[in-house]
């Protein structure tokens, strides 16, 4: 079935540096764009980066611009989110997510798939 | 940015009861807007996109709709599997973001 799998997070210490991945099964995923957002405990989500379907377009949320980076290998099905310079505003559940629609950087109609969750404590 | 603006955060509700959330764009975002259900520990799952379009498999009871920059989502007749919390997403450009959530309750 269509699924996004998670892996990475933990407990980090401030400063130091932390990488998320993402696998991807059931659908043809060098077409989808995919994007990460993170829930602070007890909090809302909050939008974090995507990256196109075939890797040559980024962007991220002002929050974690500069500290954070976002790739994708389509010969993996993977996508993977670098953590730097981690400070305690970013202790969330990360999750990834796939767009509906594929191959549109700019689609307007949701995110249809996510991953289960992972979770990034920085103590 | 866009900022969404949501309302109530809480409603307490019965099953049975027809509620409405609403969500305002701070700026002009055509009908780029979905609805996400999160339930507690679980990932948020898309309701509607394109303000009022339902996706695939959600009940024909979630109504999502739009007047300027005003978005509504309405759940008629509520179930026991509704209760959680939803959030609407801009999808007009970047960065995207969400409304502060809101969490429908047992009355």
């Known amino acids: 079935q269509v699924q996004l799998v998670q892996s990475g997070g933990g407990v980090v210490q401030p400063g130091r540096s932390l990488s998320l991945s993402c696998a991807a099964s059931?659908?043809?995923?060098?077409?989808?764009?995919i994007h990460w957002v993170r829930q602070p405990p007890g909090k809302g989500l909050e939008w974090v980066a995507v990256v196109s379907s075939d890797g040559s377009e980024r962007s991220f949320a002002d929050s974690v611009k500069g500290r954070f980076t976002i790739s994708r290998d389509n010969s993996k099905n993977t996508v993977s989110l670098q953590l730097n310079g981690l400070t305690g505003g970013d202790t969330a559940v990360y999750y990834c997510a796939k767009d509906q629609i594929a191959e549109d950087f700019l689609s307007i109609d949701g995110m249809d798939v996510w991953g289960q969750g992972t979770a990034v404590t920085v103590s | 940015d866009i900022q969404l603006t949501q309302s109530p955060s809480l409603l307490s509700a019965s099953v049975g009861d027809s509620v409405t959330i609403t969500c305002r764009a701070s700026q002009a975002i055509n009908f780029y807007l979905a609805w996400y259900q999160q339930k507690p520990g679980t990932a948020p799952k898309l309701l509607i996109y394109e303000a009022s379009t339902l996706h695939s498999g959600v009940p024909s009871r979630f109504i999502g709709s739009r007047s300027g920059t005003e978005f509504t989502l309405t759940i008629n007749h509520l179930q026991p599997e509704d209760f959680a919390t939803y959030y609407c997403q801009q999808l007009n450009g970047y960065p995207r973001t969400f409304g502060q959530g809101t969490t429908v309750e047992i009355k």
């Open positions: 059931g659908f043809t995923f060098r077409h989808f764009a």
